[in-house]
């Protein structure tokens, strides 16, 4: 079965320590649990989570859903997202994990990206010489969310149309924008087949979209 890549980048920054980590930590349960609940997803779907503050780090290797074990996410006692470094990390991972297509084989699906973050990169440089990288990579979908009130859109919106924002960042908020990913992620698992980005489902009230 060809896979659907889905990575998954999560800020650890000092910012997020306390009921917002606990609160990614029960979304990401409700996320696997939801998509272990669709055959399609089951079938195809691995997911990849790098979390990131001053440094990124992938907390769990390319997996299957009926392999995964979802892994300990801690938070470090004080630094800034350094965003831009990130994603030159999932531009290296992306070279290892990706399955292309040969005329032996067929190749994965284009993978999906979905990024937490509180939205303010404070590596801008490496950023903007991400954001090339990551375009160039042809996926699926490019989901970017900025959790909080004291949150940015303007440089996630440089990475991707698709940027949503959460006024809070409390548990029922993040509950509920997981939910939405899990959707998401069903949405692309039944058009990966498609050129086109594929069409995200409508997020819910908590989750605003950012025109």
Known sequence: MRRLPVYLLIETSGGMRGERIEAV?????????????????????????????REPKQVLALTDLESLQI?????????????????????????????????????????????????????????????????ARNFASIVACSAGSHSSDLELKILTDNVVHLDTADSSTLMSFF??????IGAGNKSVS????????????????VI
Request: avoid cysteine; aromatic fraction near 6%; proline fraction near 9%.
């Open 179 to 184: 939910k939405w990913v899990s959707a998401s």
């Open 25 to 53: 930590k029960n979304g990401l349960q409700v996320l696997i649990s939801k998509l272990r609940q669709d055959p399609f997803s089951l079938e195809s779907v691995s997911i990849s989570i790098i979390t990131f503050a």
């Open 71 to 135: 892994p300990e996410i801690e938070i470090p006692e004080s630094s800034p997202p350094h965003t831009g470094r990130a994603l030159l990390f999932l531009n290296e991972r992306l070279n290892n994990d990706l399955i292309k297509g040969t005329a032996e084989q067929k190749g994965d699906w284009r993978p999906l990206l979905f990024i937490l973050t509180r939205g303010i990169p404070a590596d801008k440089e490496d950023f903007r010489n991400a954001v090339s990288l990551i375009k």
């Open 194 to 209: 498609s050129t086109e980005e594929i069409l995200l489902p409508p997020p819910p009230q908590e989750v605003h979209m």
